[in-house]
């Protein structure tokens, strides 16, 4: 898919790796996973993201993270220069990885540090400071901690979360989970009750990194649920009639990102959005 794009081939948008960032008064942001691209994202969106009030500053006042993969960290050394420490919250688990196998948070201690606030597991609603209008869930997920996690193999409570946002003002509700590898029974009412859903769209086959020639792993034994077929996400979103839908955290192997292909089209017949850099949701 990136060689279709380059070469002019395939009716497609270039993306950088995926995260999103959430807002009450579109001055104060709060980050969910730092993409290796945030420097990037930070320059494309500074209308919103670079308040310029001192040297140095950025609109990010904290930083979620839903797991410990390298995709969702490692732009966290992009923010190092920060004069204060990060404000970051994650589980026990990741905060674990970000110390041992990926020691990003090792790293950061040596220029901004790190505030870590931990993330509160079993469905205990939480705020963070400067978004009191904002009620946010850590919803544990089944998917699969990193290669380099010391429990890659023995899965530990909070390897992997979504979040849930409820804004008091104006009720809107997101759900976003951009790594899911099985739809467990106390996700049912994120889903039903959402206004939007940002959910893994990252493989359309299970088997689709063997077909494209670049992996051998499946997307289930990666820890992500294919959207087609029987039991994929299509057949699962289907059941939720009210939520705005939208795949996130695509793979470059997903003929989705094809603009023109038979896979967007059966997205769009069922509905289904397809994330691109820039996207601004309004809830």
């Given at each position: 898919?990136?060689?279709?794009?380059?070469?002019?081939?395939?009716?497609?948008?270039?993306?950088?790796?995926?995260?999103?960032?959430?807002?009450?008064?579109?001055?104060?942001?709060?980050?969910?996973?730092?993409?290796?691209?945030?420097?990037?994202?930070l320059?494309?969106?500074?209308?919103?993201?670079?308040?310029?009030?001192?040297?140095?500053?950025t609109?990010?006042?904290?930083?979620?993270?839903?797991?410990s993969?390298?995709?969702?960290?490692?732009?966290?050394?992009?923010?190092?220069?920060?004069?204060?420490?990060?404000?970051?919250?994650?589980?026990?688990?990741?905060?674990?990885?970000?110390?041992?196998?990926?020691?990003?948070?090792?790293?950061?201690?040596?220029?901004?540090?790190?505030?870590?606030?931990?993330?509160p597991?079993n469905?205990?609603?939480?705020?963070?400071?400067?978004?009191?209008?904002?009620?946010?869930?850590?919803?544990?997920?089944?998917?699969?901690?990193?290669?380099?996690?010391?429990?890659?193999?023995?899965?530990?409570?909070?390897?992997?979360?979504?979040?849930?946002?409820?804004?008091?003002?104006?009720?809107g509700?997101?759900?976003?989970?951009?790594?899911?590898?099985?739809?467990?029974?106390?996700?049912?009412?994120?889903?039903?009750?959402?206004?939007?859903?940002?959910?893994?769209?990252?493989?359309?086959?299970?088997?689709?990194?063997?077909?494209?020639?670049?992996?051998?792993?499946?997307?289930?034994?990666?820890?992500?649920?294919?959207?087609?077929?029987k039991?994929?996400?299509?057949?699962?979103?289907?059941?939720?009639?009210?939520?705005?839908?939208?795949?996130?955290?695509?793979?470059?192997?997903?003929?989705?990102?094809?603009?023109?292909?038979t896979?967007?089209?059966?997205?769009?017949?069922?509905?289904?959005?397809?994330?691109?850099?820039?996207?601004?949701?309004?809830?």
């Open positions: 898919m990136c060689a279709g794009v380059r070469h002019g081939a395939i009716q497609a948008q270039p993306r950088t790796q995926s995260s999103i960032a959430i807002s009450t008064d579109q001055v104060n942001w709060l980050l969910i996973n730092a993409s290796p691209d945030i420097r990037t994202q320059n494309t969106l500074h209308t919103y993201l670079q308040p310029e009030r001192a040297l140095r500053d609109g990010i006042k904290a930083v979620l993270l839903a797991d993969q390298i995709d969702h960290t490692t732009g966290l050394l992009i923010l190092r220069e920060s004069k204060q420490p990060l404000e970051l919250y994650c589980t026990d688990s990741v905060y674990e990885d970000l110390t041992t196998g990926f020691p990003v948070f090792n790293m950061l201690e040596h220029y901004c540090g790190v505030k870590r606030h931990t993330l597991l469905q205990r609603a939480f705020s963070v400071t400067g978004f009191e209008d904002l009620r946010i869930t850590a919803v544990e997920l089944w998917s699969k901690a990193p290669p380099y996690s010391p429990h890659r193999c023995s899965p530990h409570q909070g390897d992997n979360v979504g979040f849930w946002f409820a804004d008091l003002k104006t009720g509700k997101l759900f976003y989970a951009p790594g899911l590898g099985v739809i467990e029974n106390h996700l049912i009412p994120y889903f039903a009750e959402a206004t939007c859903v940002l959910v893994d769209g990252t493989c359309w086959t299970d088997d689709e990194m063997s077909q494209r020639g670049v992996g051998h792993k499946t997307a289930r034994e990666m820890g992500h649920l294919p959207q087609s077929g039991g994929g996400m299509i057949e699962w979103l289907n059941q939720f009639p009210q939520p705005r839908k939208i795949l996130i955290h695509i793979n470059n192997t997903n003929p989705i990102l094809d603009e023109y292909s896979e967007r089209a059966i997205l769009t017949q069922a509905g289904i959005e397809v994330a691109s850099d820039g996207l601004l949701v309004e809830l």
